[in-house]
């Protein structure tokens, strides 16, 4: 089995910043693409930013310049580095990963239970 638990959420003002992390444990072989994802209130769970196991990245286009993904593969973290956050940013954060597991080599989608971050004056 395996988990992925994220911290870091939070309130935080206009133009403040957080750090999300999310580490991953349990029957892990290695971990190929790791992902933050978020979904506002009353809308659908979007892809933020993605980090393949090269190190290859990609956002959505409302966070370019303000987020940066990152991962430490000797810690099976991945983290998210958010910068002049904004109102709109506002959501409940998610981390998932693509693990193969050590056991008997599955692709596993893992996903975390998730951390809010709230911008607001």
């Known amino acids: 089995q395996v988990q992925l638990v994220e911290s870091g959420g939070g309130l935080v003002q206009p133009g403040g910043s957080l750090r999300l992390s999310c580490t991953a444990s349990?029957?892990?072989?290695?971990?190929?693409?790791m992902y933050w994802y978020r979904q506002p209130p009353g809308k659908e769970r979007e892809l933020v930013a993605a980090?393949?196991?090269?190190?290859?990245?990609q956002y959505r286009d409302s966070v370019k310049g303000r987020f940066t993904i990152s991962r430490d593969d000797a810690k099976k973290a991945v983290f998210l580095q958010m910068t002049t956050l904004k109102p709109e940013d506002t959501a409940a954060y998610y981390c998932?990963?693509?693990?193969?597991?050590?056991?008997?080599?599955?692709?596993?989608?893992?996903w975390g239970q998730g951390t809010q971050v709230t911008v607001s004056a």
């Open positions: 998932n990963a693509d693990v193969i597991t050590a056991r008997d080599y599955r692709v596993l989608d893992v």
């Open positions: 349990g029957d892990i072989f290695k971990i190929n693409g």
């Open positions: 980090i393949n196991m090269h190190g290859e990245i």
